[in-house]
């Protein structure tokens, strides 16, 4: 090899190297501006903006990510039945989701199509630290309300049985424990820590 191919062989590798720099530069940036759109939806920390993002949410999505509980249970049983999908999709609405945008397109998406035990494991993680964050997110109701919601929405046989199944059950049990939520005699929820 020649004096003159090496000088243009390192030269092409040096240009490479720079334009691999200049390229991950970009999407570092994209990817941080991404987590700031998720931490401004979720109003959360950057751990937990960074962790929704490592799940697949981003700032158009990041809306859903506080309704996922809702959708875990309406797949406790295996299926979801229509009287809960349209309860989710009730409650989506009330939390500001948009008909036929991308965050209603992603939440019929998790409703379509049963998400793995990993996936609901790992956003209830998330949600976790956002209820830790944040005890009154979900406003007036917990996010256990709202899921016994959903577990009551295809009801009981004719009314005669409980609306919630055994599977439902123990879901809103872990939630209750999870996301630290305790029940007063009155029915009233308390979120969070007692202070």
Known sequence: MSSEEEDKYFKQRDMEKIAEARR????????????????????SSDEVAA???????????ARVLPLVPLIQMAWADGSVTTAENEKVLELAYRFGIEREGPAHNFLTLLLGEQPSDVFFERVDRVIAHLVEEQPNYWQDKSVVDLAREVAEASGGFFKLTSPINGDEKKLLDRFAELFSVQERSAGDVIQGEEG
Request: no cysteine; aromatic share 4%.
């Open 51 to 61: 962790e929704a993002l490592a799940l697949g949410f981003d700032s158009e999505t």
């Open 24 to 43: 991950e530069q970009q999407l570092e940036a994209i990817r941080q501006q991404e987590r700031e759109g998720v931490q401004d939806v979720l109003q």
